[in-house]
């Protein structure tokens, strides 16, 4: 009887020492406070595991100047404020937590990838189309449609490749919270030079 006393008092005690943790133990929820030891480990194994199990495998669009162009505003308009724009960090994108990546950044250890351009284009739709919970990565499934979000996920994809010259001219244009050009940060690696016109894109 005491035996299963201690089992039942055993098994409340971790409700309630559960409980008291969150309610005054400070677990973390500014975002300068310290991560929980593997937070981010623990988060993004079953979101790539979620996302490989559902994304799409193939591209039901072409990557033509006038898609990537189409990205290119869908990009400025929906999606600078938080990834920034070519040599225009967002104020605020390294002040959240997780922090939004600078998509025209090229990578400091592959300075050939740009952004996600190395990442497959089903798993940025993914993350398009459905956001990522907790982050502050909305879902864009009812914002955008499905070709809107496959036309800026090919930008996306095309990152580090010579862009239509009216698409590179939208990405670079600074929006409301990017730094200003003054402040723009230095030493970012120059992006390929553009292609013109756009039409006359033949590289695919
Ligand atoms: C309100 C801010 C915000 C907006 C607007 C936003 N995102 Fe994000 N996004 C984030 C954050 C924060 C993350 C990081 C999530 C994480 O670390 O898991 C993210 C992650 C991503 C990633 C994954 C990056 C990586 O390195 O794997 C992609 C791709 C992405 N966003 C694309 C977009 C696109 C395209 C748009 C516009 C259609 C957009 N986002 C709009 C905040 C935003």
């Not at 199990?53 to 189409?70: F, G, K, S, Y």
């Not at 996600?116 to 398009?128: H, I, L, N, Q």
């Not at 907790?134 to 009812?142: N, Y």
Request: glycine share 6%.
């Amino acid at each position: 009887m005491k035996f299963l006393l201690g089992i039942v008092v055993g098994l409340l005690l971790v409700p309630i020492a559960g409980f008291l943790y969150i309610s005054f133990g400070n677990p973390p929820v500014a975002v300068a406070d310290t991560p929980f030891p593997y937070e981010k480990q623990i988060v993004h194994i079953p979101l790539n595991a979620r996302i490989h199990r559902d994304m799409p495998h193939t591209v039901p669009i072409e990557a033509t100047p006038a898609n990537l162009i189409a990205g290119a505003q869908i990009y400025h308009d929906q999606c600078a404020e938080c990834h920034g724009v070519y040599g225009h960090p967002t104020d605020y994108a390294a002040h959240m937590y997780p922090p939004a990546p600078q998509l025209w950044w090229p990578h400091p250890w592959n300075k050939k990838v740009v952004g996600v351009s190395d990442d497959p284009p089903g798993v940025t739709y993914w993350k398009v189309a459905n956001g990522i919970r907790l982050t502050g990565m909305p879902s864009f499934d009812h914002v955008l449609s499905t070709t809107q979000m496959w036309q800026v996920t090919l930008l996306l994809k095309h990152a580090d490749e010579a862009l239509p010259a009216q698409a590179l001219a939208i990405v670079k244009q600074p929006i409301e919270n990017t730094s200003k050009a003054t402040q723009a940060t230095p030493n970012v690696p120059p992006l390929p030079a553009p292609v013109a016109p756009a039409g006359s894109n033949k590289k695919k």
